[in-house]
């Protein structure tokens, strides 16, 4: 990864602060968009930045542009117009980037910066790509290929590759159709390269190749391309005719950023948020759950106040409220994550609800009978003048981790089942839901041993 | 994704009790092996399977093979003398997953089974991949590519990859060396197709492409593919000489592995479980931290029991145990989730401990202040005739949520300077540090607030 010394970005600064066109254009000529936008990033003044996109050719600028950080890129968009934003970017992207550019702008905007586009039919596929929902292969498609008919012969072929193949930054295989547009097979440039010859393509293509219906949702399209080592897929509509394809670079951002919001789901942070945000965004994705845990602490509580008679009296039981807690938490977690993530990579179907719960109900009986013999024995030793509190706290535990596996299996699952995001019910949720009904547990049995023991 | 009917699957069986090698041949003969792998693990009985993946030509059987599950690999693996694991499977094999699969066998087998390698060259080249570090890019590389000079001429350049590319199943760039093999460009494919001319290759070729060195952590490598959208990237040795490259399809499992390696650890999963293993290894993964768990939970009883005496005369204290807790570890959390998924993107440099530490404390500051106005006006409210309660807990989780903020920026930056992954130090351990040195807290400053207020 490029590597921009202190030293470079003053002589850069210089070269801005002289208005050195030719200089600068010199500097940004041979550099990657992304290290240019890495550059961009760096300089702190905006008139320095905006001075060096302007330097570039539409299509560096256009695709430096795609690089920049989102806030980035809206604040350099905002002092444009319309037909500015149609003729220096949109007419240099490819349609998957315009489209996705498109959306960050307002709604108000979005229609006339369509109307300047200069190519009819790029805005004609645009206006046809807004129309899939963001999360499935159609939001995510382009329709920059190469098609040929498998009627063609491989030379006719290459011909028309020739021709189509002008505008496009990358191309790693060719998708036949029929004459209906039906996606018939695939062939790959190697192919054409290492077997020329005059046959139709029909005879020379792969047949059947993974390809996804345009309203299959990303996660799944992932899952394809990681189980096929894919490096492209196309995309067909309901009756198998070819309308886009997917490339491996937007797909590898999306596994990036879906692992990353389950992370961030199951941590209580409530918005996509790093190190690099401002002290003001992360104080705002933090404070909802943490409030949220406030409030559970305040149940909390209200539980334990009804329970005071017997903490007055048994002060012991005081002693083992953060063992019933902590614990209850770190099972749910725990069981809500292998949910979560075998649900994530395809490893776990919800079709598959009632054995993986079974099999959870095992698990959780095996971690419940180690966790309450350990603590029973520890307290067996080091208390036995209060047998009651003894058998609370074991029989609690025991209670707590069987209700937290089953929670944490359960709810994830049920959220799936609702086409709701599982890990949403990860980390906190399950932390602070387990700290309560551990609290009932504990009041509840410790008050029936109690009884018993007639403390 | 395909997906196999039960139907399917009893035809399948049918024709495998019969021993119709014929017919068995006919239904993989088109099928991915990723679907074949599929069938194989969806077949219970090893010995069907088995059969099935004998009837496979060398090709197909040494792809399906490297894409069963681990497990599978190995049980299968486990029959067969180190000759046949070489002349079936690694004779047919890319070099990286040749190395992978030799990674996979006993130490005492891999001698034997690389001296039955058929071909020298090939041999050679998995001898020399092996002394890569696994997690670096020469332990992710393979030997398989096209490499040309500099100074030949474009139809040379296509006949040489005629000859090179035979056995190759994926080729998207020709990598271009100098007479010592130093790198000096690449020629994707697609200009050997449209651009064809007699020019020498240099004055055609991309200049300076994206490249690593072998010794580049394999974090850095995946950072590299998605910053520039690789499908595959040229790796270099110290002096710059072209020693092999790496695929996109193995970035893209690496980058799937290590974000759950991540969310494993922050859940407190001491190994790598999915819902589909068994109820064995699943309890083995989950019982230390839930052991740890419960150490802490009985220190946690050794400090309250020193403030058993505090805890008789005011029970009220007893009922805020539960948000001391829950509260340092909410906020433990969420800091260290910033820190370990930031360092992961790129978007924290470890250079920036200290900057980074400076905005962490600003941020626990409000968030600290939040929480505690918050529960200083609720006790106020509700617990009016207890002013030292009422003012403990709330300094408390002012202190809490500091030090909680703290440790979770300072540990986790702490084990990245030592090499250590820093999402061992998010979730269980966090959470339970926290609930420790909460209670430790709130014993000192309940003991100080009941002197002052004279309770």
Do not use: D, H
């Given at each position: 990864m490029k590597e921009f010394t202190p030293e470079y970005l003053d002589r850069l600064k210089d070269i801005i602060a002289r208005r050195d066109d030719v200089q600068a254009r010199k500097e940004l000529a041979d550099m990657h968009p992304a290290d240019v936008a890495e550059l961009y990033e760096q300089l702190d003044d905006l008139e320095e930045a905006e001075y060096l996109i302007k330097l570039l050719d539409g299509d560096h600028a256009a695709d430096v542009l795609m690089e920049l950080d989102e806030d980035e890129r809206r604040r350099l968009l905002a002092d444009m117009d319309a037909e500015d934003i149609a003729k220096q970017f949109i007419d240099h992207l490819d349609t998957d980037e315009a489209v996705d550019l498109i959306q960050e702008l307002e709604p108000e905007e979005r229609d006339e910066v369509l109307s300047h586009i200069d190519d009819v039919e790029q805005a004609g596929d645009i206006i046809d790509l807004l129309k899939y929902d963001e999360d499935t292969a159609g939001g995510l498609m382009g329709t920059e290929m190469i098609v040929v008919n498998e009627n063609w012969s491989m030379p006719e072929c290459i011909k028309q590759m020739r021709m189509q193949a002008e505008d496009m930054d990358e191309i790693y295989n060719v998708y036949v159709v029929d004459a209906d547009d039906r996606l018939r097979g695939i062939l790959p440039l190697k192919k054409l390269i290492t077997h020329p010859?005059?046959?139709?393509i029909k005879h020379v293509m792969e047949v059947d190749p993974p390809s996804v219906k345009a309203d299959t949702p990303i996660d799944e399209v992932a899952l394809d391309f990681e189980k096929y080592d894919l490096v492209a897929m196309p995309v067909i509509d309901s009756i198998g005719r070819l309308v886009g394809r997917i490339t491996v670079d937007d797909v590898m951002d999306q596994v990036r950023e879906s692992s990353e919001r389950d992370y961030q789901l199951a941590s209580g942070l409530s918005s996509d948020v790093g190190a690099d945000d401002s002290v003001w965004s992360q104080t705002k994705a933090r404070i909802p759950w943490l409030l949220v845990g406030i409030a559970s602490g305040i149940v909390a509580s209200l539980i334990l106040s009804g329970f005071e008679a017997q903490l007055s009296v048994v002060t012991a039981l005081a002693l083992f409220i953060p063992i019933i807690g902590g614990t209850g938490g770190n099972v749910g977690v725990q069981s809500s994550a292998i949910v979560v993530q075998s649900l994530a990579n395809g490893s776990l179907d919800i079709k598959n609800f009632s054995s993986q719960l079974g099999k959870e109900i095992l698990i959780g009986l095996l971690n419940a009978s180690v966790i309450s013999a350990v603590i029973l024995v520890y307290n067996l030793i080091?208390?036995?003048?209060e047998p009651a509190v003894t058998v609370s706290v074991a029989l609690s535990l025991f209670v707590v981790v069987m209700f937290a596996t089953i929670l944490g299996t359960v709810v994830p699952l049920t959220l799936e089942k609702l086409h709701i995001?599982?890990?949403?019910?990860t980390g906190p949720f399950i932390q602070i839901s387990n700290d309560i009904v551990g609290l009932i547990i504990y009041v509840g049995v410790s008050t029936a041993c109690l009884r018993f023991f007639g403390t």
């Open positions: 010859s005059v046959s139709k080091m208390l036995p003048e995001n599982p890990a949403l019910a």
